[in-house]
Nanobody, 123 residues
Framework: QLVESGGGLVQAGDSLRLSCAAS????????MGWFRQAPEKARMFVAA????????YYTNSVKGRFTISRDNAKNSVYLQMNNLKPEDTAVYYC??????????????????WGQGTLVTVSS
């Protein structure tokens, strides 16, 4: 089970740090990702982190503002979000990539998902 936390209501320019904790399953051998879904829109890729060397991959709209990281000792993944914009408003989901998949961005490349945490950015 993946459980996200850290969402909330912030103003444009503020920062938030999302956390994703796993229970019952180790994340260390899997690539992990963050996705988001704005109201009435499809779920979209945000960021991914490698299962091995902590390489990262971001969608263009968050490059330079968001940072994905992981702490295998805590079985957790994080998304640091800086300089938030109103268009970042969405429910954010963490997900575990399928075994042997690495730094992937398609929904079907992930097989376990959290329940999501809402991030609202006011202008």
């Amino acid at each position: 089970q993946l459980v996200e936390s850290g969402g909330g209501l912030v103003q444009a320019g503020d920062s938030l740090r999302l956390s994703c904790a796993a229970s019952g399953r180790t994340l260390s051998t899997y690539s992990m990702g963050w996705f988001r879904q704005a109201p009435e829109k499809a779920r979209m890729f945000v960021a991914a982190i490698s299962r091995s060397d902590n390489s990262t991959y971001y969608t263009n709209s968050v490059k330079g503002r968001f940072t994905i990281s992981r702490d295998n000792a805590k079985n957790s993944v994080y998304l640091q979000m800086n300089n938030l914009k109103p268009e970042d408003t969405a429910v954010y989901y963490c997900a575990r990539a399928r075994l042997f998949y690495n730094l992937v961005y398609r929904l079907n490349d992930y097989d376990y998902w959290g329940q999501g945490t809402l991030v609202t950015v006011s202008s």
